[in-house]
């Protein structure tokens, strides 16, 4: 099955750089999309980027557009969140979901989830 774990996130100032891993525990998931969503305190889950299929294609949402690039080492069965010039709006817990099927923006259609890492950025 597929079991993820995300790591990476921590206290930042405005500016500065991160990198999120999402990492898959269970068997390989090269053909499957991975997605990286984001919520923080009363806000609703907000679609970040996702990477489909073992040549990458990619989507970002707009808040990270420009600034954040998801990447994926199949070997390593490991997804990869870079975040430049970070804000303190992007203070969230980032987490990695994954489904089988077509790339999709919406949290709801992923069936898989990490338990999240708390991403804090100090102005």
């Known amino acids: 099955q597929v079991q993820l774990v995300e790591s990476g996130g921590g206290l930042v100032q405005a500016g500065d750089s991160l990198r999120l891993s999402c990492t898959n525990s269970?068997?390989?998931?090269?053909?499957?999309?991975v997605g990286w969503f984001r919520q923080s305190p009363g806000k609703e889950r907000e679609f970040v980027a996702v990477?489909?299929?073992?040549?990458?294609?990619?989507y970002y949402g707009d808040s990270g557009k420009g600034r954040f690039t998801i990447s994926r080492d199949n070997a390593k069965k490991t997804v990869f969140l870079q975040m430049n010039s970070l804000k303190p709006e992007d203070t969230a817990v980032y987490y990695c979901?994954?489904?089988?099927?077509?790339?999709?923006?919406?949290?709801?259609?992923?069936?898989?989830w990490g338990q999240g890492t708390q991403v804090t950025v100090s102005s």
């Open positions: 990477i489909c299929s073992s040549g990458g294609s990619t």
């Open positions: 979901a994954a489904r089988s099927t077509y790339y999709s923006r919406r949290y709801l259609d992923y069936n898989y």
């Open positions: 269970g068997r390989t998931f090269s053909n499957y999309c």
